[in-house]
DNA sequence: CGCGCCCTGTTCCATTTATTACAGAATTGC
DNA sequence: GCAATTCTGTAATAAATGGAACAGGGCGCG
């Protein structure tokens, strides 16, 4: 999978017939859109007829022209994931910026496609302090499901981070009813526990929202919303980054939605912090700006 | 014309029913490759059943599938053919994107005025497996301490979490010594049982690596290594999305630094895994790629 | 110059695929 | 809580597709 198909059919252009080039030719000046159809297409717009293109696909060494399609689409596919897959130039240096910049990328194309209505419908959801929120997550989202817990639990009551070990999980499952939310992260290497309750959750008729990766957990077959997200980083593990920016994004939507309660609340339970630094150092840099949680800017 | 099939499914996406949702955003999440297989593959790969896929096209104003996988090549078509044509995403909402282009734009200058060589640095510090790792976080950060040592403990032994209550801590500061490093995560409003014990740790002769805001921690005084990232977004809340990309580029400096242990161990533990789904569903969308973790890419 | 081979296109068939009809399930409104 | 309506999956159907056998034609070789 290395090298893309494009440069193969360069390569074995002298072991095809002069038809058979014709159709090789076509499919490279517009690749790979036109492998993408029907054979028949395929074949008018090469001006050769069908049997033809599937020869080409077998001598190709497809065995099938399905075979064919379905490596074009990968290829698209991550193609289109990373753009930064251009020509078989391997960067130098795959190192640190790469990393960032990657994983910016991500973010953005997370956005890009997250429709705002699903966002707006989820904002709601957990704005209704009626539900109870549950929270749950994988292996390493774990994290994530906690870190928006701490926060929810600030801007509302009935906030719930379904944590431990499995079979504590059903302790939860007593509670969940119809108006409730579990908010699931599951992202590849799907975890079938985390699957187990969410299908146990939606037979309860509890709203589920899943935030995945662009795969989609299977979770998706039993969620209400799904929020999908890019983890694809140089590294063997993904990157959660835009997991993290999208559930930042849900609390200050949240955050937003209610601002009176948002504020009171924040006010109410910094009243209760005991944990600042009670000595603020004299001159760092500049100032230190603490953030006021107690008067939204935005 | 003008716009693309993305953008009308997100607009008509309210006007869909629960499942044909989920595969408008099976389609958003790998846009346009998904549509461009059988309805079978689509629906699979949606979680939904075939009608339901063939009902999504004809909300979205296509008489036949055919007539929807027609349109997305043509536009994929001209997409690819002038590589200029960006994505007319441009800023129709404020709000949403603003979010996440202001995450980006932290990561980026996070990275930015990250010296590489204190990345190097902590980066060998971490895998020295002589050192024990202790982290730590804050009210929020937590969540970031206890993603990165899920990771870190795959990697390479003797990585502690320090979870629970303050008065815990100082269990743990019985067993560090000089060779150990204590890993922690403070932003603004500050915690201040954070700094005691870090305090309390450097009297040790602990070595401290602070993942703190630009404002930077009062626990820089005491650390060895101070990695800044830039926290501000358009919220009352700070985004921790920076130090989450600061920690991810740690742990795949570490997995990298050592492959082969990396290697060893994961697929180590792979063995033990139990949660992973038994029943790999069949046919979704070209295959669903479990990142191979046995097999670090980079 | 004629024979034979390989290539190419036409036609047909079998398979896969999109599509429709229907019935059950869920959900909404009263 | 019940009924009407909408929604969703199952199953059967019809169309379109890929694939195979077959026949005509161009080309080189003898």
Redo the contacts with the bound molecule.
Sequence with gaps: MTKSLAEDIREKLGS???????AALALLANYPVLGL???????SAA?????????F??RMG????????TRLRTELEDQLKSPLAKGPESAAEPGVLDFADIACTNISDTFRQLPRTELEAVVALLGDEKRTLYLLGGRFTDALARYMAAHLRILRGRVVHVAGQEGNWRDYLVDMG?KDVLIVFDIRRYQSDLARLSVAAA?L?VTIVLVTDSWLSPIA?VATHVLPARVSVPSPWDSSAALMVIAETLIAGVTAADPERSKRRISMLEVYRDDDDPKRRSGRTGEVPPKDLADPQA
């Design positions: 095809c017939t002069a038809t058979e080039r014709r159809g029907t054979v028949a297409q395929f074949a001006g050769v007829s069908s049997p033809t293109i599937l020869r696909a077998a497809f065995s099938t022209y399905a075979a064919l399609q119809r037979n008729g077959s």
